[in-house]
């Protein structure tokens, strides 16, 4: 796999020509200009891969006649509440963050068109495009925001966690797990769940590409925790965690993952297992045997202990399902 390869995976290929365009050596129509980076030269290669690469470093070397740090990330995925968000570059020069996307055909350009919509409630909000057709209004935008799944996971093999991961932990906005958007999402997994996790361990493992198998199969929970590191969006690392006693959990990093962020992740998650138990159900497969221990069981106990202490005012400042890496893990 070549360098292009590794940054942008699947190569993605568009026409360099529209009607219409102005440009001047076959390059981009860009508005990079009204970010005080002065007007980018970038020719068109006609693939977002190459492309991405030349805009980054023409991007590195404004960042470095600046005298500012320069910082980047290919396939960048935001969680907002619709769903995934993803652009093909975005990158920080200094305090200031960008996104980058390029358009080749009337169908980039009118996912343009609503991305400008969406663009602000993300981390890089300053959108700069690079366009080969005349940027136009007057069309009707096509949605960019697509439904966050399983599938947009990776495994990292090779990443390290470090610091205190967790299902939930309190904050000033969000004090008490029983009342909180996490508990209600939990509560509904394992409701989901509860008879069909053997189905849903395979599935789950085969779509962050731990296993590579092809056909969904059943796996049994193992009975020592087996816990994966997987890449998720924003640049997140979530820890995935599957034992029998406590079944399929996702733990957040505590110090930089936001209520939001848990939340619309978890949403993604219920409704991506949702889609797939469903059919399970009409087709009457049998379900799985109850084990001892649980998480069924583990769930629903711990939930009323927890709630019991924070109704009495016993919990402040707490976690849920808290794992503490005090050494990197891989």
Not at 20 to 36: L, P, V, Y
Not at 85 to 94: A, D, H, K, R
Not at 297 to 324: P, S, Y
């Amino acid at each position: 796999m070549g360098l292009l390869e590794k940054i942008f995976g699947k190569k993605t290929t568009g026409t360099s020509k529209g009607k219409g365009a102005s440009k001047t050596k076959n390059n981009f129509i860009t508005n990079s200009d009204e970010f005080d980076l002065g007007h980018i030269e970038l020719a068109i290669s006609g693939a977002v891969r190459i492309d991405g690469i030349l805009a980054i470093a023409a991007l590195d070397k404004i960042a470095k006649q600046k005298g500012q740090e320069f910082k980047y990330s290919v396939m960048h995925t935001s969680l907002l509440e619709e769903g995934a968000l993803t652009v093909p570059v975005v990158c920080s020069i200094g305090e200031d963050r960008y996104s980058l996307y390029f358009i080749y055909q009337e169908e980039e350009l009118l996912k343009y068109l609503d991305l400008v919509n969406h663009i602000s409630r993300t981390s890089y909000p300053n959108l700069i495009y690079f366009s080969s057709i005349p940027i136009q209004k007057g069309y009707e935008p096509k949605p960019i925001i697509e439904p966050f799944q399983l599938a947009d996971l990776r495994y990292d093999k090779n990443a390290k966690a470090i610091g205190q991961y967790a299902m939930w932990w309190s904050t000033e906005d969000d004090p008490q797990f029983h009342k909180s958007k996490t508990f209600e999402y939990l509560s509904k997994l394992t409701e989901l769940l509860n008879g069909y996790e053997t189905y849903m361990t395979g599935y789950v493992l085969r779509q962050t590409r731990i296993l590579q198998d092809q056909k969904l199969q059943r796996m049994q929970l193992p009975e020592r925790h087996a816990t994966y590191i997987i890449d998720a969006p924003e640049e997140k690392k979530v820890v995935l965690d599957i034992s029998q006693e406590k079944g399929i959990r996702f733990l957040f990093p505590i110090d930089h993952t936001t209520t939001a962020f848990r939340e619309r992740f978890l949403k993604g998650v219920l409704v991506d297992l949702v889609a797939n138990i469903i059919p399970l159900k009409q087709h009457d497969l049998p379900r799985d045997a109850k084990t001892d221990p649980n998480s069924y069981d583990w769930f629903n106990f711990m939930c009323r202990v927890v709630r019991e202490k924070e109704e009495a005012g016993e919990l402040t400042g707490h976690q849920v399902g808290l794992i503490d890496f005090t050494t990197p893990m891989n």
